[in-house]
């Protein structure tokens, strides 16, 4: 059997696990780092110049790709995260397989060119708006699954369960006519659809084997999930190995509803139903007690916070740093897409504490990296193979400029305080080349915007 042939970058810098490093060779066999040569400024014959900043991957731990349509539509009123949340119903109640899947691959598209090489998506819209299942109950998800692989970005589909409707102190309130398709009408019936994706091909269980799918378990939160059914999806993601991920304490109204009916916080509550660990993501986890923070730390569950999100839906600020120092690893996602972004999350979680705590440099830029990289790629299911730039991970690196309007003069260890995503030069999945010249492999960021406009048009109201 003939060896793979091996590709060659050399980058003027490239972000190491020891630091940054001016002059670096990667060299990349069967979709991983086969070797990684420092002190190489010189480019040797068939190696790629890549000029600028070479980051590792960057993952984008929470997407919800039908949000995109949203960007741009939801402010003409001011309005609250509840209003805003009936004009997410009702383009959630257009969407098709079809309709899904071009507004998707051009998000996950935009998500590319920006810098992202993996997103997990936490995927809820599961069956016709009536409720009745498709033909292929699984449509939906197989339609994200496919615009991942058209656009040239790992995917880890977040099969999620949403059963019911609201919290209040009375119950749980049944799914309201919009929110039908979202439920499955039982964690069992969830389950059994959700395992049903381990026949797909393209969907490996094991981070170190082949493909660009993993499989995740999520639960949309304490408001749609009661409990034993919050216990069951947690226990199914552990029995498979399967990252577990839940919305907590977005808004306080969810902190309410939980104390009224179940006397005590949605972190509580998770940890009682032993639904917290190294393998669960909290994403925002914004609205938490000192004792919520010690047990996130304290069950190393992995914080996703969502700055640009966060702030447009004026969610508040969550505690990130007193987070990190209770020993929760922090990731980023870009949730709702207000912004595509990599950069200015990994800004996001700095800049928010800097207003709340009156202080600069309240995250390092290897620690603000490894959130927008390593902690995520491992929040979605690939282990500690991704996200880093080291022989044997996994062959996902980004390329920013040195030379933009918006980098000019920055020094390369504080590009991450520069840098937007119009500064992505370069992009490989996999060893893969995704992004070159600034440009995606389906077409210049004029033709990824057209895309976004032409299906956007078909879930609107134009």
């Not at 069967?30 to 890549?50: K, N, V, W």
């Not at 505690?319 to 709702?336: E, I, M």
């Not at 500064?423 to 492999?441: C, F, I, L, P």
Request: aromatic share 6%; hydrophobic share 40%; net charge negative.
């Amino acid at each position: 059997m003939t060896p793979a042939k091996a590709r060659t970058w050399c980058c003027e810098h490239a972000w190491l696990p020891t630091g940054l490093a001016a002059g670096v060779r990667l060299e990349v066999t069967e979709g991983r780092f086969s070797a990684i040569e420092t002190d190489c400024a010189t480019p040797r014959s068939g190696d790629t110049q890549l000029p600028g900043v070479t980051l590792p991957g960057l993952a984008n731990a929470h997407s919800h790709a039908f949000h995109r349509a949203l960007r741009g539509r939801t402010h003409g009123d001011g309005g609250t995260f509840w209003t805003w949340r009936q004009q997410m119903y009702a383009v959630a109640s257009l969407l098709t397989p079809e309709s899904y899947l071009a507004l998707a691959r051009a998000a996950y598209a935009e998500m590319a060119l920006a810098g992202y090489t993996v997103v997990g998506e936490f995927h809820y819209v599961h069956h016709q708006p009536d409720g009745t299942a498709y033909a292929d109950p699984n449509a939906m998800g197989r339609a994200l699954v496919q615009a991942a692989a058209d656009a040239g970005i790992r995917l880890t589909l977040l099969d999620t369960c949403y059963l019911v409707g609201g919290l209040t102190g009375d119950g749980h309130e049944p799914l309201a006519p919009e929110q039908r398709r979202f439920g499955d009408g039982g964690v069992e019936a969830w389950e059994r659809r959700a395992d049903a994706r381990w026949d797909w091909p393209e969907c490996y269980r094991d981070a170190g084997g082949p493909g660009r799918v993993r499989l995740g378990m999520a639960a949309h939160s304490v408001r749609a999930v009661p409990t034993g059914a919050l216990r069951w999806v947690a226990a199914a993601a552990c029995d498979h190995a399967l990252p577990f991920h839940i919305h907590l304490s977005e808004q306080p109204a969810e902190n309410d509803a939980c104390d009224a009916r179940y006397g005590c916080t949605p972190t509580e509550l998770l940890e009682a139903e032993a639904a917290l660990g190294p393998g669960t993501t909290v994403v925002h986890a914004t609205h938490l007690t000192p004792a919520d923070i010690a047990t996130l730390g304290r069950t190393e569950a992995i914080a996703c916070f969502c700055p640009t999100t966060e702030r447009d839906l004026a969610d508040g600020i969550g505690p990130a740093r007193a987070l990190a120092d209770a020993g929760a690893p922090l990731a980023l996602g870009s949730d709702q897409h207000a912004a595509v972004d990599p950069f200015e999350e990994i800004r996001g979680l700095e800049s928010h504490e800097r207003l709340t705590s009156g202080h600069r440099g309240r995250f390092t830029p290897d620690a603000l990296l490894r959130a927008g990289s390593a902690t995520g790629y491992r929040s979605l299911g690939w282990g500690t193979e991704g996200g880093v730039l080291e022989v044997g991970a996994l062959a996902d690196f980004v390329t920013v400029s040195l030379t933009s309007p918006r980098t000019a003069g920055a020094r390369p260890d504080q590009v991450l305080y520069a840098a937007t995503a119009a500064d992505v030069t370069t992009v490989v999945v996999g060893g893969e080349t995704t992004v070159s010249d600034g440009e995606h492999r389906l077409g210049s960021p004029a033709v990824i915007g057209t895309m976004l406009a032409e299906a956007i048009a078909a879930v609107t109201d134009g």
